[in-house]
């Protein structure tokens, strides 16, 4: 009834719209109003009260709760379903439990902050309260386990684009799924997957995308390589619309996967990448490669050319630019 009462205040904005009218469209009493336009209150929304005129929305809070997100939301199924959490420890730990309670395809869960946000290669997430965009997307594809990995490429080049596309940042991709600018990584994506031999259970795709954060308030370890939207563009940014053309493009692009298959998702991937065709040094789990980053095969493993003229296939690990 709270969405309710929000839905018919934005239809009237800039307008008043009187507390008799609610209760007559919403079928509710005065008090019931009144109750709901304080949680709203509480919820940070700027609501004017005035007798005889009503009530007027006069500003929206810069969080990004499910119906927020969905105004003015044009995606089918990606981000249909929102669970919100002011805090969590990680989206894609909660996504995982919300998979196992029926969570539906294309559902999202967003935090305002994460207290134990996981990064690749068992790394931690930073992920400061009300300053970036972080999230998780539930899906359900059916393809094999060993096309799984393609979907991180898949999320960075929507991810990347969307984000172009919103601030004319130039952001890049460095194999295989960070977004860089200027050579510093402002988003980072962890895919998860339960499967079976032949089939996808599931996927849990998480995203965290610095916005907006000072510099300083990255954390130490990071703030020589890592950057932000805010930093980059000059300006704070509105978190929802980010997200908002993030779950457009990436519906579009994970249905074209799905369609068309990867070397459509490869070719932009490719167009869009900054570790491509440049001396590297490829972190493995137990080894670290030096050489140059030739191309991406057809099932997004790095080719990497090694000082000694062999070709090293690489399926996961870390690039660093050696520039
Ligand atoms: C990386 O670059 O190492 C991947 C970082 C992935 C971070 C996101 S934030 C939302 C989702 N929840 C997590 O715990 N991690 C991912």
């Given at each position: 009834m709270k969405r309710a009462v929000l839905r018919l205040l934005k239809e009237f904005q800039p307008e008043f719209v009187s507390g008799e009218d609610i209760c007559k469209k919403l079928d509710v009493t005065r008090t019931a109003v009144w109750k709901h336009i304080q949680t709203l209150r509480e919820d940070g929304y700027g609501i004017d009260a005035r007798p005889r005129a009503g009530y007027s929305l006069v500003r929206v809070p810069d969080r990004l709760y499910a119906e927020e997100i969905l105004d003015g939301l044009n995606s089918?199924?990606?981000?249909?379903?929102?669970?919100?959490?002011?805090?969590?420890?990680?989206?894609?730990?909660?996504?995982?439990?919300?998979?196992?309670q029926g969570?539906?395809?294309?559902?999202?869960?967003?935090?305002?902050?994460?207290?134990?946000?996981?990064?690749?290669?068992g790394r931690k997430w930073h992920s400061p309260k009300y300053k970036d965009v972080c999230f998780s997307v539930i899906l359900y594809p059916s393809v094999?386990?060993?096309?799984?990995?393609?979907?991180?490429?898949?999320?960075?080049?929507?991810?990347?684009?969307?984000?172009?596309?919103?601030?004319?940042?130039?952001?890049?991709?460095?194999?295989?799924?960070d977004l860089l600018v200027g050579g510093r990584k402002i988003c980072g994506i962890l895919t998860e997957m339960s499967a079976e031999?032949?089939?996808i259970d599931y996927l849990v795709v998480g995203?965290?995308?610095?916005?907006?954060?000072?510099?300083?308030?990255?954390?130490e370890e990071v703030r020589d390589i890592a950057t932000s939207l805010k930093v980059e563009a000059g300006a704070d940014l509105a978190r929802v619309d980010l997200l908002q053309a993030m779950?457009?493009?990436?519906?579009?692009?994970?249905?074209?996967?799905?369609?068309?298959?990867?070397?459509v998702v490869l070719a932009k991937w490719k167009e869009l990448s900054v570790s491509l065709h440049c001396p590297v040094r490829v972190h493995t789990l137990?080894?670290?490669?030096?050489?140059?980053?030739?191309?991406?095969?057809?099932?997004?493993?790095?080719?990497?050319?090694?000082?000694?003229?062999?070709?090293?296939?690489?399926?996961?690990?870390?690039?660093?630019?050696?520039?």
């Open positions: 089918k199924f990606f981000g249909q379903q929102v669970y919100y959490y002011d805090s969590v420890s990680s989206t894609n730990d909660m996504a995982k439990e919300l998979v196992r969570a539906r395809d294309g559902s999202i869960v967003v935090a305002e902050e994460q207290t134990g946000g996981k990064g690749r290669l094999n386990p060993s096309e799984a990995s393609q979907m991180t490429m898949v999320t960075a080049v929507a991810l990347a684009l969307a984000v172009r596309k919103k601030t004319g940042v130039p952001v890049g991709i460095k194999w295989p799924n031999l032949d089939k995203a965290g995308l610095n916005v907006n954060q000072e510099l300083i308030e990255l954390p779950l457009e493009e990436y519906e579009q692009w994970y249905q074209l996967w799905l369609e068309q298959g990867f070397p137990n080894k670290s490669w030096e050489g140059w980053a030739e191309d991406v095969d057809y099932d997004g493993a790095l080719l990497l050319r090694l000082p000694d003229g062999g070709l090293q296939r690489l399926i996961v690990g870390d690039v660093s630019l050696r520039v």
